[in-house]
């Protein structure tokens, strides 16, 4: 029997792991690109799987808040798939993890990703969301079909107690968890994630009939490709989500950037809105799994 390590991640162990991740997606994969960033994490670790002393699986985990953990890139070489090694080093993350003082733990997956969707349950996480990524490029006029039906303004410190209100009452607020998507990471929507997103000037709120109607969380993001808008959250009905997802693509000229993309809620009303407003969507979904630790 092969002797089964899991420890932290070394220099040496790159090449490694790089060649078993070749083929991870037909284009390959981002370990590369994070690899440095990854292995001197000081809010985090990445953490090996070794056989004999060879490395053959893994994966990293960071902490987003002082109780928040972020597990990512679990890598199995395909030769030792099926021997538990994923459920190993998702162990060894939680407990270094809680060893840190997390009370919670997430990760991502794709919907399709059934052996993901597997190790998530053996190790007692629950689905707690699901996304559907949406982009669209900029448009210069309003249909006038959309003329005097609001448009979004930037929230201001006044309104927190109000959008607050507005999502305790809301019905998409808990069916995706009550998070916030920055990319592949998903944070909790606190007050003090409010606070910081009205002070950067990045929630909008469209008011309609002397009340709030709909909003999104949104900030620019500098991506391989192009910079972009990202929408990390959006509530709102049917029409406001739409109206609000027109008036990002209209406004991205004037911040500098190039598209919109989100992770929307996995709710029928929600993918119409994009639909409606124009949005492409890659027929992808994305579920976030969640496990308290405590």
């Known amino acids: 029997m092969p002797h089964i390590e899991i420890r932290p991640a070394r220099a040496e162990d790159r090449d490694a792991i790089l060649a078993f991740c070749t083929h991870t997606w037909e284009w390959g994969d981002y370990i590369e690109y994070v690899w440095d960033e990854w292995l001197h994490d000081p809010q985090g670790q990445m953490l090996v799987a070794t056989s004999d002393g060879q490395p053959v699986g893994v994966g990293h985990f960071r902490m987003l808040t002082s109780t928040e953990a972020w597990l990512e890139g679990i890598r199995i070489h395909p030769a030792y798939r099926r021997q538990g090694l994923a459920t190993a080093i ?21 919907s399709t990703n059934i052996a993901s969707i597997q190790v998530a349950k053996h190790i007692f996480m629950r689905q707690v969301g699901a996304f559907a990524p949406f982009k669209a490029r900029p448009v210069t006029t309003v249909p006038t079909s959309r003329y005097g039906m609001g448009t979004p303004q930037l929230a201001t410190e006044d309104d927190i107690d109000e959008i607050a209100r507005y999502l305790n009452a809301s019905n998409i607020f808990p069916a995706v968890g009550g998070l916030y998507y920055l990319g592949f990471t998903a944070y909790s929507i606190t007050n003090t994630l409010l606070q910081a997103k009205v002070s950067a000037k990045q929630i909008y709120l ?66 119409d809105a994009f639909v409606g407003a124009e949005y492409e969507w890659d027929g992808n979904i994305y579920y976030t799994y969640e496990r308290k630790l405590t």
């Open 90 to 110: 998702d162990n060894a993350m939680l407990a270094e993890a809680m060893r840190r003082g997390a009370t919670i733990a997430r990760f991502i997956t794709e």
């Open 206 to 271: 469209l008011r309609r009939w002397d009340r709030l109607d709909g909003l999104a969380i949104a900030e620019p993001q500098q991506g391989r490709r192009d910079k972009h808008l990202f929408v990390g959250y959006i509530d709102g009905t049917t029409e406001a989500i739409s109206l609000i997802a027109y008036d990002l693509r209209r406004v991205l000229p004037a911040l500098g950037l190039e598209s919109v993309s989100i992770h929307a809620p996995d709710l029928i009303m929600v993918r």
